[in-house]
């Protein structure tokens, strides 16, 4: 029996640009460019102390979080990968207070790219799964200089959005709006290697993740919510619920691509005029959309994430995810505040 062939992320990207008419030439790049420097990045990570990548870098990014060595390198890498290639018009970064505008000796292109370079900062010294998250907006029309206007659009805006995950495995994740697709790092060729499409996340889940050290801060809403979920199978819910949390976006949503799952990052009353933690543009965005082509939703317990019409760079959202119903319920919870 022949075994059965291994496609290449290249030779999946080049199909559905020729069959399905999905992905332009230069999306097609700009992908292919995106999972290069992915696969850099990935090697920078499984190097850790032996490469002199882990640590504290001693800055603070324009959030005023402490930087880590890693967060530097990774936003490094993805700017030098990008710049060159003529696909690109500008860059935004959790890492850079400002957009990146594609200097002018190179070639300007249609797309803008944002990124979390590294996710799950706080595991990284630790040896638990971090990872990048990325989304591709099409620059508005016009042959203006890009500025961060630009950037402003809300996430059903998107033309491609994913994550890699740097974990047991390295795994790319990536959605062009026709499904979710999965492709795992084989290091020995060097590529990465399609093993999962059509990903599907299941409506129910007995599953989720909060940051419960959290709980005496939430919303009344989210209380209920966990307080049913722990009441188990003699409370409300009539069946018990398991908890998972592993303090990185991408390894908790890679658990709920794959078995489904709620995710909570919500505002809590520690700062009252802070919508959440995590960032709408390049975290949330990216992953409501790859949640939503599988199946699942994503609120940020009012509206759908994808139809918030951003205002700034690095503005924040509250940020519920994952299985559909359970979604529903925590968002019908909120109704009427
Ligand atoms: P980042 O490392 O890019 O700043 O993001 C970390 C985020 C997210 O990945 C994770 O879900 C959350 O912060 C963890 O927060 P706690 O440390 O509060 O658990
Ligand atoms: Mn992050
Ligand atoms: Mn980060």
């Given at each position: 029996?022949?075994?059965?062939?291994?496609?290449s992320l290249t030779r999946y990207l080049v199909e559905q640009q020729r069959i399905d008419g999905l992905i332009p030439g230069q999306l097609r790049l700009l992908l292919e460019v995106v999972a290069r420097a992915c696969k850099s990045i990935s090697h920078a990570v499984n190097k850790g102390a032996l490469g002199g990548v882990l640590g504290s870098a001693d800055s603070e990014n324009v959030q005023g979080e402490i930087q880590k060595k890693l967060d530097i390198i990774a936003n490094e890498v993805l700017i030098e990968a990008n710049e060159w290639g003529g696909h690109l018009a500008g860059m935004a970064s959790e890492e850079m207070d400002a957009i990146y505008v594609v200097p002018n000796r190179y070639p300007k292109g249609e797309y803008l790219l944002l990124f979390d370079p590294l996710d799950g900062s706080s595991n990284i010294d630790v040896n638990v799964s971090i990872g990048t998250i990325f989304s591709v907006l099409h620059m508005p029309e016009g042959d203006r200089g890009v500025d961060e206007g630009d950037f402003l659009q809300p996430g059903n805006r998107q033309?491609?959005?994913?994550?890699?995950?740097?974990?047991?495995?390295?795994?790319?994740?990536?959605?062009?709006?026709?499904?979710?697709?999965?492709?795992?790092?084989?290091?020995?060729?060097?590529?990465?290697?399609?093993?999962?499409?059509?990903?599907?996340?299941?409506?129910?889940?007995q599953e989720f993740a909060i940051n419960m050290?959290?709980?005496?801060?939430?919303?009344?809403?989210?209380?209920?919510?966990?307080?049913?979920?722990?009441?188990?199978?003699?409370?409300?819910?009539?069946?018990?619920?398991?908890?998972?949390?592993?303090?990185?976006?991408?390894?908790?949503v890679h658990r709920i691509l794959t078995r489904g799952g709620v995710f909570m990052y919500p505002w809590d009353q520690r700062e009252p005029n802070k919508p959440g933690k995590l960032r709408l543009m390049y975290e949330a965005n990216?992953?409501?959309?790859?949640?939503?082509?599988?199946?699942?939703?994503?609120?940020?317990?009012?509206?759908?994430?994808?139809?918030?019409?951003?205002?700034?760079?690095?503005?924040?959202v509250s940020v519920i995810l994952g299985s559909k119903n359970e979604v529903e319920r925590v968002t019908s919870y909120h109704s009427g505040l």
């Amino acid at each position: 029996m022949t075994p059965p062939k291994k496609i290449s992320l290249t030779r999946y990207l080049v199909e559905q640009q020729r069959i399905d008419g999905l992905i332009p030439g230069q999306l097609r790049l700009l992908l292919e460019v995106v999972a290069r420097a992915c696969k850099s990045i990935s090697h920078a990570v499984n190097k850790g102390a032996l490469g002199g990548v882990l640590g504290s870098a001693d800055s603070e990014n324009v959030q005023g979080e402490i930087q880590k060595k890693l967060d530097i390198i990774a936003n490094e890498v993805l700017i030098e990968a990008n710049e060159w290639g003529g696909h690109l018009a500008g860059m935004a970064s959790e890492e850079m207070d400002a957009i990146y505008v594609v200097p002018n000796r190179y070639p300007k292109g249609e797309y803008l790219l944002l990124f979390d370079p590294l996710d799950g900062s706080s595991n990284i010294d630790v040896n638990v799964s971090i990872g990048t998250i990325f989304s591709v907006l099409h620059m508005p029309e016009g042959d203006r200089g890009v500025d961060e206007g630009d950037f402003l659009q809300p996430g059903n805006r998107q033309v491609a959005a994913g994550y890699c995950v740097y974990g047991p495995q390295t795994t790319l994740v990536l959605t062009v709006g026709d499904g979710v697709v999965m492709f795992t790092l084989d290091r020995e060729q060097g590529s990465f290697v399609l093993t999962q499409e059509n990903v599907r996340i299941p409506a129910d889940t007995q599953e989720f993740a909060i940051n419960m050290s959290n709980m005496r801060h939430w919303a009344p809403p989210v209380r209920r919510y966990i307080d049913e979920c722990l009441a188990g199978k003699e409370g409300p819910r009539g069946k018990d619920f398991n908890m998972r949390w592993i303090a990185s976006m991408v390894a908790d949503v890679h658990r709920i691509l794959t078995r489904g799952g709620v995710f909570m990052y919500p505002w809590d009353q520690r700062e009252p005029n802070k919508p959440g933690k995590l960032r709408l543009m390049y975290e949330a965005n990216p992953m409501a959309w790859l949640i939503e082509q599988a199946g699942g939703a994503a609120t940020n317990g009012k509206e759908r994430i994808l139809d918030i019409q951003p205002t700034k760079l690095h503005e924040r959202v509250s940020v519920i995810l994952g299985s559909k119903n359970e979604v529903e319920r925590v968002t019908s919870y909120h109704s009427g505040l």
